[in-house]
């Protein structure tokens, strides 16, 4: 009998087996084109531009809004509507890089009620009818992006009418905390410029009044990011804190800037090709069309494609930022509530009761 005990084999050993070695291989972890290429997940987005049921919703909560804005800011003396008025915020660019807490330019046109009055109205009314779209439209986005299938309709909505004053403060937070420091450099300003006499203040107001900006801008720059990202985490994850959502808006914003823009332009190629598509149909459409309201709705119709996919991409760039910033796997995407098990009674507590 041998001193030495016998080598055993490295396949039957649990330690070994499942041991990984000090260095791996570059390409160890990839499987699919994906994991090479996140961007390419932002491909499934483009399913939104056929959904005819998101489609319409886009549609009427947009046509809603422009008669809503229409009454708001009210009418030229002449009767009819100023063509710059109508199209302000309604493009494509400004509903996605404002949001839809933007505030649609006032024209110099309007009367009765005052222009403060009137522009804050219309933000409040802007803020009511996309913020809801624009979160269940984010969530889509996210559900393509990690691979999921499209959810229902009143699915979805439950979800969005849970979170809706989450919401709220995500879109109103940034504004509130900037605002002590806008107050200050209103009236550092009005000191330091009243009168030559006391332009020495100037001098005296600028530490302070120079990082307050700073911080105003900070704040103010990264919500264009922040809060739609921030509405993307509230509607992709079970359970959800507003302030927690507005602080993973600002971190993916800020810690992976970068990588954000790159992911930003195939997500705009995407829509420039779906857009431009839409858009080749429409001028087929509408030139068989003499009727110029029912002309009118449907060269409407490729911006409210690029709305509904713009809305989408931005969740699905949100959810491959997450996997960059915090290492959370694309695919770890809330489902939504689980439907309740049925109670289906025992057979033998029955029988045992007769």
Known sequence: MSDTASETDSANDPIRSYARPPEQPLFDRVRTWTDVMPWLRLVRVARLAGAPVWL??????????????????????????????????????????????????????????????SHWAAVLWTFVCWTPVAMVLLRLGILLTAGRDLPGFVETWKIVGKRLKSAVVISALPGLCAFPLLLFLWIADGIATAERAHSEWAY????????????????????????????????????????????????????????????????????????????????AAASVMRNPVWTALVLRFPITVGITSGWAMLGGVYLLLRQSAGGQEVEDVWDGPKPKSLQIPSVKRDAKRE
């Open 56 to 117: 319409a919703l886009v549609a009427i909560v947009d046509l809603i809004w422009r008669i809503g804005l229409e009454q708001m800011v009210g009418r030229s003396a002449g009767g009819s509507l100023v063509e710059d008025g109508w199209r302000t915020s309604a493009t494509l660019g400004d509903l996605i890089w404002t949001g839809p807490w933007s505030r649609p330019v006032p024209a110099p046109w309007m009367d009765g009620l005052p222009l403060f009055m």
């Open 204 to 283: 005296v107001f600028a530490p302070l009044a120079i990082p307050a900006a700073l911080v105003v801008g900070l704040l103010m720059a990264g919500a264009k990011a922040a809060i739609p990202f921030g509405l993307a985490a509230l509607v992709s994850q079970e359970k959800v804190d507003a302030m927690d959502c507005l602080s993973r808006g600002y971190e993916v914003t800020f810690r992976r800037l970068p990588q954000f823009v790159l992911f930003l332009v195939p997500a705009v190629v995407v829509i420039a090709i779906v857009v431009g598509g839409w858009h080749l149909v429409v001028l």
